[in-house]
Antibody, heavy 121, light 112 residues
């Protein structure tokens, strides 16, 4: 079955960077865009951007441009999201999510289990 | 890009039907037939319930249905069950040139 497995929880200091991984299985990794979404404690979902695993092309939400980098390693079907210059308000659960259908605009399914990133001095 | 507007909470008794609204603009909800709905139980990852306004993924109960009129999309849950108590988020595609998305503010559904 289609599955996304993310790396474990991280604790970082303000100003540091964090890199979260998302290993895909059960489908052709290069055939579907991968999206990243975050959720601060007690808050709603926030879309961060996507990566095209086939070409490596990316698009980031304006809020994160300059601080986020999404990459992939097709040899191990893994996508990565790196966020730099961390602040306390970056404390959140970060999710990867596969586009359901290989077509623009459709929904995200499935989602990874989430990775808690805590930013604290 | 501003978040789509949802009611903070909706409640209903078992067996009843409830509807959650999701209001955006002509640049997102009203501009594309690409509205999705997600269910999220506490401590769990979101689960896709509806995509492209009214389509259900395989395995999702037909008690869940979606629709759209103008800049407002809606999710209806019929025959409300205790397991439906969760947070629900809508999402919309917002740009055909850069493939961007926006989520709703979220709605807590309580089964009385």
């Amino acid at each position: 079955q289609v599955q996304l497995v993310q790396s474990g929880a991280e604790v970082k200091k303000p100003g540091a960077s964090v890199k979260v991984s998302c290993k895909a299985s059960g489908y052709t990794f290069t055939g579907y865009y991968m999206h990243w979404v975050r959720q601060a404690p007690g808050q709603g979902l926030e879309w961060m951007g996507w990566i095209n695993p086939n070409s490596g092309g990316t698009n980031y939400a304006q809020k994160f441009q300059g601080r986020v980098t999404m990459t992939r390693d097709t040899s191990i079907s893994t996508a990565y999201m790196e966020l730099s210059r961390l602040r306390s308000d970056d404390t959140a659960v970060y999710y990867c999510a596969k586009i359901l259908i290989a077509a623009a605009g459709t929904g995200f399914d499935p989602w990874g289990q989430g990775t808690l990133v805590t930013v604290s001095s | 890009q501003s978040a789509l507007t949802q009611p903070a909470s909706v409640s209903g008794s078992p067996g009843q039907s409830i509807t959650i609204s999701c209001t955006g603009t002509s640049s997102d909800v009203g501009g594309y037939n690409y509205v999705s709905w997600y269910q999220q139980h506490p401590g769990k990852a979101p689960k896709l319930m509806i995509y492209e306004v009214s389509n259900r993924p395989s395995g999702v109960s037909n008690r869940f249905s979606g629709s759209k009129s103008g800049n407002t999309a809606s999710l209806t849950i019929s025959g409300l069950q205790a397991e439906d108590e969760a947070d629900y988020y809508c999402s919309s595609y917002t740009s055909s040139s850069t493939l961007e998305y926006v989520f709703g503010t979220g709605t807590k559904v309580t089964v009385l």
